[in-house]
């Protein structure tokens, strides 16, 4: 669909009848490049739109520039305050009015205000940038009704604080996530529509696929794909010389678990109480401890080792006769491991000193 007749249809659609002239004009400009911004701000249009009650309430669109030929609408209603369902309906409503106007370029997933002092508000995002961010859908209809600060906002992300800080430093920004959906990596860039921050006014950022970006880059299996699994220190992974390059940090951490767990069986609810130690299990935090489940299961497929990781029923458990482990040649009381244990275990992870414990304490037998 060309972009005349997608903007046409949600005009007609979507716009009052006395703000459409506006916010054709509006577009048209901006297509001539005959807008610029004000204050440091990128163009912007306050209009009437119909949301998905039938009534018409207040929105601001923006635009925001990913390169020269390519820039991304995003609107928001006006208001103060919001009910989670009626950010919902919002949400709901953002998604079909943007859908034929961003899928022209290439297809959207999120995008958000920054104001100067680095505190978030998401304007719109589809599922999968949810999960990109750590969130389930649930999760996330509430953070667009307030700021939060980035080092919070971006806490359950695949992608460390420091990575989107250098984004906001530099304007621009290149990220791999894993897309549940189709169970592969892909690439996103992020762009901010003033490359340098003001002291004064917000900046806007979209996220969006990177064209050509394949869903079937995997490394090459190492041939040598003997599992060693060391513990005592910080916890790693190795296929043969390689180390295991754990993308997301929770599903590592579910690993080791897995390990120190010693063969057991881990159920769901237990992995919760380790990995989110101060949230409750329960339908949002066991959606995102499948998605960190599916996560771990992905990563030792790409490695060719999948088959060291047992599940029966949600239980997963370590299949110790597959792995060659520090920890489990410690244990086995044979002299030539006796000294492999110098007194330091998973130092990761705060949960680790249970075991780190009983293993200082049968030293001292």
Sequence with gaps: MRIEDALTRWLINSVSSEDQDAVRRFFADFCQKRLSGTDGRPPQITYKARS????????????????????????REVKETAKSEALKEENDQLKEGMRNIVTHFSDGIAAFEVSPDGMVKPLYATENACEFFGYTEEEWLPLTERFTPLEEFVAYSEEAYENFAKLLKTGEAEFTYFDYQSESERKIKAICSEKEPNARFSRYVMLYPVEGSSENDSPALPENRTVSIRTFGYFDVFVGDTPIAFRNKKSKELFALLVDRKGGYVTSEEAIGFLWEDEPANTLTLSRYRKVALRLKSTLEEYGISDVVESVDGKRRIVMEKVDCDLYNYLSGREEYSQLFKGSYLTNYSWGENTLGELIGSQEL
């Design 52 to 75: 998905t009650d039938r009534s018409f309430k207040q929105y601001t669109g923006v635009f925001i520039k990913a390169d020269e030929s390519v820039s991304f609408y995003c609107c």
